[in-house]
């Protein structure tokens, strides 16, 4: 050993030859390559990290109820369905988001950042293998996909997917996964990757109407699922991948700048950053341009006159018309009506008719949804408005029923309900109930107080579809507590009202029914069938005239007047009066006809 | 400088390295070739430094520092340094989330050791190297210290390094561990080139056939371990009571008291010094305490 200058050095027999052979000098052309096996093998680690990660099986499953939140309770149409599947791909990405940031700042976190240092593999690579591992998120992403796309079909979807909506939400995943990359590489601690997630979920929470074009995650479709068929390039679904992809590529640059020092290289990511800043605005900008008013004054004319659109059907007296596509709903909505048609002993001269309607609200043209009339002049506003007051459902009939666009549920206890409450409106219709009329200021509904048709057209409705009794009995509570009731004040007298969850599935299409009324029908059921049958078919003429009363109709039957006395308790509790009736042009009109 | 530059394996030339005001490192200059060498110094010393410079981790502020002939200072070259490198950083973190094998796995590949199978391979030698098999499957936020160390030592030997860097790989290994660590070490294939610093003279006096003795930043001595036992020949004794003339004195076993000092008492009972010895002696020249 000799010193060498300012040092020493260390010598020793037999040193082998110290650059094995390879000349010091020399760096081999894989050192300046991009060690692309490396990055590929590490991808695959980091993405098998993801697959197996409990963060993005918990944003699976949170995915998952969210999807079914968003579309159990609307009957599945494509058009709506695939936007709410990519918005439910939502639970996946912030999960991912929080996955990636762990991983892409894992090893500072860990205290490993010298030994990674000594690594061959760079920072930058490094990067490269994380962003591309965010493959591992794909299969969660398309397993989401996948099984509510079934789940959807299997329950009958109206339309047919778009698989660029589809793809949206794969891309917001990979979109979230590469944001979480930019957040690690800079903020390896925890409480980065939730306060991202928490700024990605806030965004989606907090921004409404004209910005929600902006935002790739807006979940606000509702007006989607109203929509009697798909709007031609709305949302435009093209421009949103490609902003989703321009945000999944913007994070990657980001990343990347964050690890690589290379000037040339710096120099490219940053070119590649603007250019995806442009892309994401052009993006933005073609989402945010209105919806062609072509698209619109054709959506509008289906909606005022829905003639000109709907195929309508008719049988055993009764019409139904519905939108192109709809017709597989046809056998659903036979069935409780022909239940009804099938107990009645006589029928009606009119013709009943069952016609969709889209349930835009036109009440004010101020309420005309702004995500479809976004962009659009008032005047343009106002002249829709005014085509829409021509709209069937604004001018109800007696013999109409008006089912919602979307809302007619496919399976389950929806579909029972709505069986029943399809066929209630048949029986209204039946008995003669004057329907719920429309005005300017909104519905003014007459309450059929102490007639015997009403309770007969619950018993009809009954009978036809066989409805749970605990439920019926629900009808007596206001949904807000079990123990109050709902009531109407008519001629200065307060009426409790029996209400049966229909509202969802029917538009209104005859009176409120009074709790008198449902009890009475209940004590029909009680009767053998053939005996009420009887008693209706041998004066049907006077049960179904608004003069007959339930005193009377009960004493045909032999059964006793119901007594409200427990449902009227309820309604003025002991030490509470009634209150003072309100002025007569607030209170609801009596059905006279 | 004799030494023959075919032989010499790492060069370090005039190598100076500040934190702010502290100088870790002052014109160190030295040469590595084959074979174990140990790094002794105190604490503050600079040798971590030393060895994340040599790792290619840290840059000095001035000198040269070769590695293989390759330069690190150079991108590309680096990189072919960190191909040849296995580096145990003084304090090592660990994913402690991953299993043992997993974490060697990925460990494999970043050091560019791409096929599934070599890397198995791989994974399965250093396991049994440092006797970890049987753990290979746990977490390794279940292991002991001890365990992590041999785990960080496993890292280190991935792929048959050319440069082994370890600091302080024996900080928190039992008697037994020590013991099979230098076997591993005696053992490895190819005759790579490891810097190892540590605390333990004993370690460098059992396995070192070169010792750098690193005190404020400059080396002091560089030799065998024999050669810095020999820095206090003659002033090393042992007496039945203290003598306060010794820089340093403690009782042994026996009950005599061993002493270390410039200037041994006429007629004392010279013995025969350790590493330790020549340790203490040229620190206690360099004024360090």
Request: aromatic content about 6%; glycine content about 10%; overall charge positive.
């Amino acid at each position: 050993m000799t010193a060498t200058d300012g040092g020493l050095a260390l010598g020793g027999a037999g040193a082998a030859d110290p650059a094995g052979g390879a000349g010091g000098s020399r760096v081999t052309a894989r050192s300046r390559a991009l060690p692309l096996r490396m990055v590929l093998a590490l991808a695959k680690a980091e993405a098998w990290l993801l697959v197996r990660s409990m963060l993005v099986l918990a944003g699976l499953v949170a995915g998952g109820l969210l999807i079914w939140l968003l579309l159990h309770p609307v009957q599945p149409l494509w058009w709506n369905a695939a936007w709410e599947i990519g918005a439910g791909q939502f639970a996946v990405a912030i999960a991912v988001l929080v996955a990636a940031q762990l991983a892409a700042g894992r090893a500072d976190r860990d205290g490993m950042v010298d030994l990674y240092a000594s690594f061959p593999a760079t920072a930058g690579n490094r990067t490269i293998a994380h962003l591309t591992g965010l493959a591992g998120a794909v299969p969660a992403s398309l397993l989401l996909l996948g099984a509510a796309a079934a789940v959807v079909d299997l329950r009958g979807a109206i339309g047919t997917p778009s698989s660029a909506v589809l793809a949206g939400g794969l891309l917001l995943v990979i979109a979230a996964g590469a944001a979480g990359i930019a957040i690690g590489r800079r903020f390896p601690h925890p409480m980065a990757g939730l306060i991202g997630a928490l700024a990605l979920f806030l965004s989606s929470t907090l921004f409404q109407g004209g910005s929600i074009w902006l935002l790739p995650w807006e979940i606000k479709h509702d007006d989607l699922s109203e929509l009697p068929g798909p709007l031609a390039g709305y949302p435009p679904a093209g421009a949103h991948a490609a902003e989703l992809a321009s945000i999944a590529v913007l994070g990657g640059v980001v990343a990347l700048l964050v690890t690589v020092n290379r000037g040339r290289a710096r120099v490219g990511l940053a070119t590649a950053c603007i250019l995806a800043v442009a892309v994401i605005g052009l993006a933005g900008a073609a989402q945010l341009r209105p919806i062609p008013t072509t698209e619109l004054n054709h959506l509008m004319a289906e909606v005022a006159d829905p003639a000109s659109a709907q195929r309508c059907t008719t049988a055993d007296q009764v019409r139904y018309c519905l939108y192109p596509g709809f017709g597989r709903d046809l056998p659903s909505l036979e069935a409780p009506v022909n239940g009804v048609l099938a107990h009645l002993p006589a029928r009606p001269d009119q013709l009943l008719t069952i016609r969709q309607f889209v349930p835009i609200d036109f009440t004010q043209p101020a309420l005309i949804d702004p995500t479809l009339t976004h962009g659009h002049p008032k005047r343009q506003i106002d002249q829709w408005y005014a085509q829409l007051q021509k709209a069937p459902f604004a001018n109800a009939a007696a013999s109409a029923i008006y089912l919602p666009v979307g809302q007619w549920p496919a399976a389950g206890a929806p579909l029972a309900d709505a069986h029943f409450a399809l066929a209630l409106g048949a029986a209204e219709w039946a008995v003669h109930l004057p329907p719920t009329t429309s005005s300017r200021s909104g519905f003014q509904s007459c309450v059929a107080v102490d007639q015997a048709r009403e309770a007969i057209a619950i018993w009809l409705a009954i009978l036809a579809t066989h409805p749970p009794a605990g439920q019926l009995q629900d009808g007596l509570h206001s949904p807000r507590s079990s123990h109050a009731i709902q009531a109407t004040w008519v001629r200065n007298t307060l009426i409790p009202i029996w209400v049966y969850p229909r509202a969802r599935y029917l538009a209104s299409s005859g009176p409120p029914i009074t709790a008198a009324g449902y009890m009475l029908a209940k004590g029909m059921t009680n009767l053998p069938e053939q005996k009420v049958a009887r008693v209706l078919k041998g004066n049907w003429g006077r049960w179904v005239n608004w003069r007959t009363t339930d005193a009377q109709l009960a004493a045909a039957l032999g059964i006793p007047t119901p007594s409200l006395r427990a449902v009227l308790r309820t309604l003025h509790p002991r030490g509470a009066g009634p209150t003072a009736p309100p002025p007569s042009n607030e209170q609801s009109p009596l059905c006279t006809t | 400088m004799s030494m023959n530059e075919h032989t010499e394996a790492i060069r370090v030339d005039g190598v100076s390295r500040r934190y702010g005001a502290t100088r870790a490192l002052d014109e160190v200059g030295l040469t590595l070739e084959r074979g174990i060498t140990g790094l002794l110094g105190p604490n503050g010393a600079g040798k971590t430094t030393l060895l994340s410079i040599l790792a290619t981790v840290n840059e000095p502020d001035a000198g040269r520092v070769s590695v293989f002939g390759l330069d690190p200072c150079d991108g590309a070259e680096r990189v072919e340094i960190r191909r040849r490198l296995g580096y145990l950083p003084q304090e090592l973190g660990y994913h402690r989330h991953f299993t043992v094998a997993a974490f060697l796995d990925y460990v494999a590949i970043l050091k560019e050791i791409t096929d599934r199978r070599r890397r198995a391979e791989e994974v399965a030698r250093v396991l049994a190297a440092i006797g970890l098999e049987r753990y290979a499957r746990k977490r390794i936020r279940a292991l002991s210290g001890g365990m992590r160390q041999r785990l960080g030592i496993a890292q280190a030997l991935l792929g048959n390094p050319d440069l082994l860097v370890l600091d302080e790989p024996t900080a928190g290994l039992d008697p037994e561990q020590r013991l099979r660590f230098r076997e591993l070490l005696s053992d490895l294939p190819r005759d790579p080139v490891i810097l190892l610093s540590t605390h333990q003279a004993d370690d460098i006096a059992a396995i070192c056939p070169n010792v750098i003795v690193l005190l404020e930043g400059q080396v002091r001595f560089a030799g065998s371990p024999s050669g810095l036992a020999a820095a206090a020949g003659g002033q090393v004794w042992s007496a039945d009571d203290r003598d306060h003339r010794a820089h340093l004195s403690w009782r042994g076993g026996d009950g005599r008291w061993r002493h270390v000092g410039d200037r041994p008492p006429a007629g004392a009972a010279l013995v025969a010094p350790t590493v330790e010895d020549g340790y203490l002696m040229l620190s206690h020249a360099a004024g360090v305490r």
